[in-house]
């Protein structure tokens, strides 16, 4: 089976960035080749369409001779005449943060030799210059945190669905512990105990009696609408911060009957667009433009770990 393939290459100078890049490249969903010589990429792509298990590639190349230029050229060249679409990244920073940065991590620059570091520099700049003019992204990361980073490679190379945060709504019982790997935490254990209604006790929140009478408490619906809000927010902050993953905890004593079914209801909130957040590109509710908030960039998904237990 044949694949279409789309290769991006990452370049640049030593220190700006490359692997650091790969690996965003890597959480957006790319199958990522780090310091691959550029003789062996063609032989990747090749495998890569003839198995069709992978059509986003990411190559990380570094210059390591005078002929690196001429090379990635004729990859190029060849990749596109084979029908591969092929686009460049360049990251670049100024001389001064580079030599920093090399300094900071006491690694030797890969072109140095017996020069200085400076020398190292110099020569590489001059050696990828005709690669960075031809680049079809250059991004200096001088002042660059990851986060933005991330954000500029999303914007040009992700697809919607490979840069929505993944949320998980997790339902479980106080007395088993809170989840290690919690980024919220709920307690409804506030609301009326269905383990005390004899006809309920042996039924779970996914149930429907069990839910009505859960969601239907006093306070209930009201500390959902809360409490979808506070999720939403930080949800929106995470994906600025380049995070993709977010754990959502729910507790109630045994974990069976309040927190599934407020785990499940909320689930189901947050894979719909919120009415009241304004959409990226939309007026909200004042005719203003918020585009912090992207309520369709989150996949939920909803987990009950104590249910079950004794």
């Not at 390591?64 to 596109?80: G, I």
């Not at 996949?299 to 249910?307: E, P």
Request: hydrophobic share 40%; charged share 30%.
């Amino acid at each position: 089976m044949s694949a279409d393939v789309e290769v991006l290459v990452v370049t640049g100078m030593s220190g700006a960035g490359r692997s650091t890049a790969a690996k965003v490249l890597e959480d957006s969903g790319w199958y990522v080749v780090d310091n691959a010589p550029t003789r062996v990429v063609e032989n990747i792509v090749r495998v890569t369409r003839d198995e069709g298990t992978e059509s986003k590639l990411g190559v990380v190349l570094r210059a390591v001779d005078t002929n690196f230029a001429d090379e990635l050229k004729h990859l190029t060249e060849d990749l596109t005449s084979d029908g591969v679409r092929v686009k460049t990244v360049f990251l670049d920073a100024r001389d001064d943060m580079l030599v920093r940065r090399f300094e900071q991590v006491r690694r030797r620059h890969p072109l140095q030799g017996n020069g200085t570091l400076v020398d190292a520099i110099t020569s590489e700049r001059t050696m990828l210059a005709p690669i960075a003019e031809a680049a079809d992204l250059s991004i200096d990361t001088t002042s660059l945190p990851v986060a933005r980073l991330r954000q500029i490679l999303d914007e040009a190379y992700a697809q919607e669905s490979e840069t929505a945060l993944r949320v998980v709504c997790e339902s479980f019982g106080f007395k088993y512990g809170l989840p290690i790997d919690a980024d919220l935490v709920a307690d409804v254990r506030f609301l009326p105990n269905p383990f005390w209604i004899p006809e309920l006790r042996d039924h779970d929140g996914r149930e429907e009696p069990v839910r009505d009478y859960v969601l239907g408490a006093d306070g209930a619906a009201d500390y959902l609408d809360t409490y979808e809000r506070i999720v939403r927010l930080t949800a929106a902050g995470y994906r600025r911060e380049g995070k993709r993953y977010m754990t959502v905890a729910v507790g109630c004593t045994g974990g069976k009957h309040r927190s599934v079914a407020m785990a499940e209801a909320l689930s189901a909130r947050l894979q719909e667009a919120d009415p009241g957040v304004a959409q990226p590109g939309n007026g909200g509710p004042t005719g203003d433009t918020d585009s912090s908030i992207d309520t369709s960039a989150l996949s939920v998904r909803v987990v009950h770990r104590d249910l079950g237990r004794e």
